[in-house]
């Protein structure tokens, strides 16, 4: 028996005894096509097949990444909100879990595994974190990796001291000075 690709012979199997009908042939190292095999019997007579074969790693596509909110509402790609719920999804008929990795302000340890198609969680520490993301099939074939960047401030800012400067005016009944210039150059105000 010979496996056949775009005209060559890439693997070939010869069996000197028994009547064995079936024949394995791993296709993962050429990727998926239509092949030819072809089986030769003793007596020289020759059967020909053609098999289209699919590589699963090449079927696993990247997972889909949202955000809730979808969008950042901060200057320069920031979110300023308390949580960014993220989401994961594929929709590749093969694919069995999907894998993620958390690296920045949210790192956790090790790689995370969620049995289905779907995952979800949430980014709640202050900072940028990097989400790597990838889908397999159960058999240890994956898809490409996706990386995501997520940038979130949720610290309000806070006043530690504040310091007026300014022109004083007079001191009201209530013993308050009222500021009643802050411009330093008296030249530039209109």
């Known amino acids: 028996m010979e496996l ?8 070939k199997e010869t069996r000197t005894s028994g009547l ?3 024949q394995r042939f791993e ?3 050429y ?36 955000y809730e909110p979808a969008k950042p509402d901060g200057e320069n790609g920031w979110y300023k909100g308390e949580k960014i719920t ?7 008929p093969s694919a069995k879990e ?13 790689e995370k595994v969620i049995q289905g198609k779907t995952a979800s969680f949430e980014i709640t520490k202050t900072g940028i974190t990097e989400i790597r993301i990838w889908a397999e099939d159960g058999r240890g074939y994956q898809s490409k990796e996706a990386n995501k960047t997520i940038k979130l401030d949720n610290i309000k800012p806070e006043i530690s001291e504040l310091k007026l400067e300014g022109t004083k ?9 009222w500021i009643i210039s802050n411009r330093r150059n008296k030249s530039n105000s209109k």
């Open 169 to 177: 005016g007079e001191t009201d009944k209530n013993k308050k000075t």
């Open 27 to 29: 296709i993962e190292k």
């Open 98 to 110: 999907i894998h993620y990795t958390l690296t920045g302000a949210n790192a956790e340890t090790g």
């Open 20 to 22: 064995e009908k079936e």
């Open 31 to 66: 990727g998926t096509g239509w092949y030819k095999v072809r089986a030769t019997a003793d007596n020289g007579k020759t059967k020909i097949a053609w098999v289209k074969a699919i590589n699963l790693s090449e079927v696993l596509k990247i997972p889909e990444v949202t």
């Open 4 to 11: 056949i690709y775009k005209g060559e012979v890439l693997e």
């Open 86 to 92: 993220v989401k994961i999804e594929t929709d590749s």
